[in-house]
């Protein structure tokens, strides 16, 4: 995660200040859960907001007549930046944020992991499915150790028609964590721009429970869809209005 803030930082001070207009970055958490307590976990981070406004920058450089000769590369201190002007340091953030199928398949009770590194839309991820929560359990135990340096040991629970999704392991925090750890070693003064940057950033949790129907939800951001076997809850980290609510990741879904 500090990597990542620092790429930004490079970014921003080569000048690419147009990216501020874009909301950057969208994380998606989905868990379906079976009855019998199986179920899949995917977690998606979205920045083909980003990807479109770097392309609309690339081409209007294309336009003034800045195209670089062929072949010709050029280093950035955000990264190597190829001769079509794509900069490789987000292929290089991408690999960095979905780099865990080798730690999780040592997980008894974990199948079908995916890395999702998609350079060219900008997304970013990984999923898997798993035989039981304790799996699950053990997945985003080690996550949260190797990308985000915490110790969480248990995230979720389900059990007798009950889901809970416990207040760890939140990203959104984890974000807003290392965004003030950057600010303090901050010696340039852009920090108010990365923090312009991310003002957008939503973190949506997604709960699915095929075959069941969701009675009610405890977290007052919920929303439950029109089948009543989802609930979804969506997060603004950086929104000023809705941090004062303190909102929470946490919440307990009855089924029945």
Not at 4 to 23: I, Q
Not at 124 to 137: K, Q, R, V
């Amino acid at each position: 995660m500090r990597n990542l803030t620092k790429r930004l930082l490079g970014w921003l001070t080569l000048g690419v200040v147009t990216l501020l207009f874009a909301n950057c970055l969208h994380i998606v958490e989905e868990v379906t859960v079976n009855k019998n307590g199986s179920g899949s976990y995917k977690m998606t981070i979205d920045m083909s907001e980003v990807k479109s406004m770097m392309d609309a920058i690339k081409s209007m450089g294309e336009e003034n007549g800045e195209e670089k000769p062929d072949g010709e590369t050029t280093q950035t201190d955000g990264g190597e930046e190829d001769a079509s002007g794509e900069d490789n340091s987000m292929a290089q953030m991408g690999a960095e944020l979905s780099s865990v199928a080798n730690s999780l398949r040592s997980i008894a009770g974990l199948s079908n992991i995916r890395e999702i590194n998609d350079t060219a839309t900008y997304m970013f991820g990984y999923s898997f499915d798993f035989a039981n929560i304790e799996a699950l359990n053990k997945a985003i135990r080690i996550i949260n150790r190797e990308k985000y340096d915490t110790r969480v040991e248990e995230t979720f629970r389900f059990k007798s028609g009950n889901f809970e999704r416990l207040n760890a392991a939140d990203i959104g925090e984890q974000f807003k964590k290392t965004l003030t750890e950057a600010e303090e070693e901050d010696e340039e003064g852009n920090m108010e721009m990365v923090k312009a940057f991310f003002s957008g950033m939503t973190y949506k949790q997604v709960y699915r429970f095929p075959g069941a129907k969701v009675k009610k939800s405890s977290n007052p951001l919920s929303e439950l869809s029109s089948d009543g076997e989802s609930v979804t809850i969506l997060i603004k980290p950086l929104d000023e209005e809705q941090q004062k609510k303190k909102p929470s990741v946490a919440t307990v879904v009855k089924l029945k």
